[in-house]
């Protein structure tokens, strides 16, 4: 019960930029990013997930959806996050 009260407490100090990405490439909902991921067979994630991605609450990346969003954001893995 402790650790759960610490890990809420915990901000994250690395960041997908994952919102100002899809806003640069004129990509308006997760729908549509999620859609671009599947299209290219690559990533199997859900809307869901996706969603989490995008607003920094996910727990896990997969380097496959990293290679995905790079890919679809023309850019390098790195480019992907901020401090």
């Given at each position: 019960m402790a650790q759960k009260?610490?890990?809420?407490?915990?901000?994250?100090?690395?960041?997908?930029?994952?919102?100002?990405?899809?806003?640069?490439?004129?990509?308006r909902f997760v729908t549509d990013l999620w859609k671009l991921l599947l299209a290219q067979g690559k990533v199997e994630i859900s809307h869901s997930q996706l969603t989490r991605v995008v607003n920094n609450t996910a727990n896990k990346l997969d380097v496959a959806l990293l290679?995905?969003?790079?890919?679809?954001f023309d850019c390098p893995i790195p480019d992907l996050f901020e401090r």
């Amino acid at each position: 019960m402790a650790q759960k009260k610490i890990q809420s407490k915990i901000k994250h100090k690395v960041v997908l930029r994952v919102p100002t990405l899809m806003a640069e490439h004129h990509i308006r909902f997760v729908t549509d990013l999620w859609k671009l991921l599947l299209a290219q067979g690559k990533v199997e994630i859900s809307h869901s997930q996706l969603t989490r991605v995008v607003n920094n609450t996910a727990n896990k990346l997969d380097v496959a959806l990293l290679e995905g969003l790079a890919e679809i954001f023309d850019c390098p893995i790195p480019d992907l996050f901020e401090r």
